[in-house]
């Protein structure tokens, strides 16, 4: 991964950071590293994450989905962290042998269309929750299994298991013999894209597990204990940086369309990890060019609370302009649709650095397993790194639980107080 | 639209709106409601789009795209307000006769596999630009072109054009005798949906244009000089007011998948027309309930910045989610996904509420043509009162204008001077 965070330099932004204070930062940027590096040793909750690559097994992944190698559709069954890793591994890695889909919402339209359009006989279906007892993901399951028994077809025979040491998922995969991989210990769910979480759908797909893991442990061996020697660091300490000095928004855009789910699985990873104790940045997923045309108005003129963090590969597949004769168009034809994209990549970081918006700029290799998993582990050394310096609890979510209780509650599945509250709401209708 | 704001209120929320300040903001509303409804009746510049349910004609362009009628796919070409209308329109009504695709960004990757998954021969093809030379639309239209003629398609039988009086793409529509509709005068890309820019895909897949329009003028009759007889106004006073104590940010999050477009158009309307002067909030893109695993931890737990809009539809088609001997999931069993989905909004709701963290319920009637007629309009009213109420120049975009001669400069398109701030780039690379 390659780091440049010279836009988000004092003389140029507001906020800011300046050399000197990321010189001082550094002190904190070398002991939050040997909390990480120990962390990670002894595999403790939450940094054991970032042992991933060296502790996730392609060999195992690849055995367990060998039976379904020949399916022309790959359906994950997940909600959050159980779904947006697989999403954005298949997203980024394209189609490969099977095209990927992910029912991550209990939206009825939706279930239905997707059900009636895959082909049930030829699709694999991975089912994901560590506790598997998952509301929204149990629910689906349930629905999609009897999709395939109407249509003939034999779940047991399609389907895959992620789950944890036991719960309802491994009781069903162990009294139907379904293929069942363990949730790796000590690994909140948005960290898990680089173990069976996030790559059961590529190896369906066919793609090069191996490359992702590669990548990952090339992000683990760089890890250092300065912020100019880790880009990884280098990118967490510097939106820590602007995060204390204003920046409470970070706007994460790629200019590439298969990274557009990078944007969603960074937002978790950044908002869940990081949100707490009244601090956090709050995500914002854009995607360049588009939104130059949408969003970019308001970074440069509106309030001065975010940075941009712009994404690009360094190599792009070739799309010739065709020349033209168009008047006024003439300086687009024999270009390439590439050129276009970086051009307007360059030139959108330039007009932010000239409105003084701070902006940070990541680029990796290629669209390649290697590259990918690499970004994927140095987002997550980031965001470790940065509530570290923080100070916050990075790898717990506890403020999700008071919703999960009413929705449980509202739906007969036991007394919960939470639910009572729904029923009191306040009031004030316009219609 | 059926509008709620009793949760943004002073005693339940922080920030939150007292009654009393509601009573004193209506005065503003008044004023402005008076200013709009000049603005509407005289067509002046911006406001000429709330007259639009009432200036669109539906027959002409279903006249203009006749020929095209028959298409398994329609594929708009063009970016920002001339592409979110009517992506957000065909995704919430669904396929219709149509497969509906959206070319608006120059990734080559994605123009390369798009071209070569459509089926060219069947395919209508939408261009849209006012000016007929933005940079990204018209390499891509380049680009289809030659795609179709490689493949043995006449281009000019199957492309139909929404331009503005002359330019480029109106001669070219000219030359060719293309059916050719008008960006409707006055009206700013990101308000254009309810006319032939958003209107043209809906036409070729066969849905109810009459219905959309009736619900744009039902937004129309509605407006009131009252916050409280009015829902578009109620909800953009109510972002107003919340802007002002603090709530910076406003995540918009729909229940239901086909509206995820939705929050991307709204995210245009809302950044490009009210982030100006240091001022405007950041929209932000959800997804219920997906994001209540990603985002809600941090809307609950983060920063006091945000108030999030809750959108849903009060009908949904059903899906039973099959009964279950399966332990601890038996209270799902018998249920049905769109029960489940009401209860997570209710409950997510609620958690916010509980939280302190203002937030207001958006519901329509159902997902129909009607029903998003005037939800489009009603963001749009809402936002047009926002920036009233602020004071800002709504239906401008100034601060975009650097980036776009930037790039030209890149390309060789001209003396640009922004283009060699380019190559001046502070670096701080880490790697």
């Known amino acids: 991964m390659h780091l440049d965070i010279g836009?988000?330099?004092?003389?140029?932004?507001?906020p800011g950071v300046s050399r000197d204070?990321?010189?001082?930062?550094?002190?904190?940027?070398?002991?939050?590293?040997?909390?990480?590096?120990?962390?990670?040793?002894?595999?403790?909750?939450?940094?054991?994450?970032?042992?991933?690559?060296?502790?996730?097994?392609?060999?195992?992944i690849e055995r367990a989905v060998a039976p379904l190698a020949d399916s022309e559709a790959v359906l994950t069954v997940g909600i959050g962290g159980s779904a947006l890793g697989a999403a954005t591994v298949s997203a980024a890695l394209g189609r490969g042998d099977a095209d990927?889909?992910?029912?991550?919402?209990?939206?009825?339209?939706?279930?239905?269309?997707?059900?009636?359009?895959?082909?049930?006989?030829?699709?694999?279906?991975?089912?994901?929750?560590?506790?598997?007892?998952?509301?929204e993901t149990l629910a689906n399951f349930l629905v999609?299994?009897?999709?395939?028994?109407?249509?003939?077809?034999?779940?047991?025979?399609?389907?895959?298991?992620?789950?944890?040491e036991d719960g309802p998922l491994r009781a069903l995969a162990d009294e139907h013999g379904l293929p069942a991989l363990d949730v790796p210990e000590g690994v909140p769910g948005r960290f898990s894209v680089l173990s069976s979480v996030g790559l059961v759908p590529a190896a369906i797909q066919g793609h090069d597990l191996d490359g992702l893991l590669a990548g990952g442990r090339a992000g683990m061996d760089a890890l250092a204990p300065s912020l100019y020697e880790c880009p990884a660091y280098g990118y967490g300490a510097a939106c820590h940086a602007l995060e204390v000095r204003g920046a409470t928004t970070n706007v994460l855009m790629p200019y590439a369309e298969r990274l557009e789910y990078?944007?969603?699985?960074?937002?978790?990873?950044?908002?869940?990890?990081?949100?707490?104790?009244?601090?956090?940045?709050t995500p914002v997923r854009a995607l360049g060019a588009t939104d130059q045309h949408s969003q970019l108005?308001?970074?440069?003129?509106?309030?001065?609370?975010k940075h941009?963090?712009?994404?690009?590969?360094?190599?792009?597949?070739?799309?010739?302009?065709?020349?033209?004769?168009?008047?006024?168009?003439?300086?687009?034809?024999g270009s390439d649709l590439g050129t276009l994209l970086d051009a307007e990549f360059e030139a959108t970081e330039a007009s932010l650095a000239a409105a003084g918006l701070p902006n940070v700029r990541i680029e990796i290799d290629a669209l390649d397993a290697e590259s990918l998993g690499r970004l994927l582990y140095d987002a997550e050394a980031a965001c470790v790194l940065a509530g570290e310096l923080m100070g916050v609890s990075t790898f717990t979510q506890p403020a999700v639980e008071w919703g999960k209780r009413a929705a449980r509650g509202l739906l007969g599945g036991g007394d919960f107080e939470e639910a009572e509250a729904v029923a009191g709401k306040e009031r004030l209708v316009i219609e």
């Open 7 to 14: 836009n988000a330099l004092a003389g140029i932004a507001r």
């Open 21 to 60: 204070s990321l010189d001082r930062l550094d002190d904190c940027v070398a002991r939050a590293h040997e909390r990480i590096e120990r962390g990670v040793e002894e595999r403790e909750f939450g940094y054991a994450a970032l042992a991933l690559p060296e502790t996730t097994a392609a060999a195992e």
């Open 100 to 135: 990927a889909y992910v029912l991550d919402n209990v939206d009825p339209r939706r279930a239905n269309e997707l059900l009636a359009a895959l082909p049930l006989s030829e699709t694999a279906v991975h089912v994901v929750s560590r506790s598997g007892t998952t509301a």
């Open 144 to 164: 999609v299994r009897e999709a395939m028994a109407d249509a003939g077809v034999d779940w047991t025979e399609r389907t895959v298991v992620t789950t944890g």
């Open 262 to 281: 990078f944007a969603e699985w960074f937002a978790q990873l950044w908002a869940e990890s990081l949100g707490k104790d009244g601090l956090g940045q």
């Open 297 to 305: 108005q308001l970074y440069r003129a509106g309030r001065r609370d």
């Open 308 to 333: 941009v963090t712009l994404v690009r590969p360094r190599e792009r597949p070739e799309r010739a302009i065709p020349e033209t004769g168009i008047e006024g168009l003439s300086y687009l034809g």
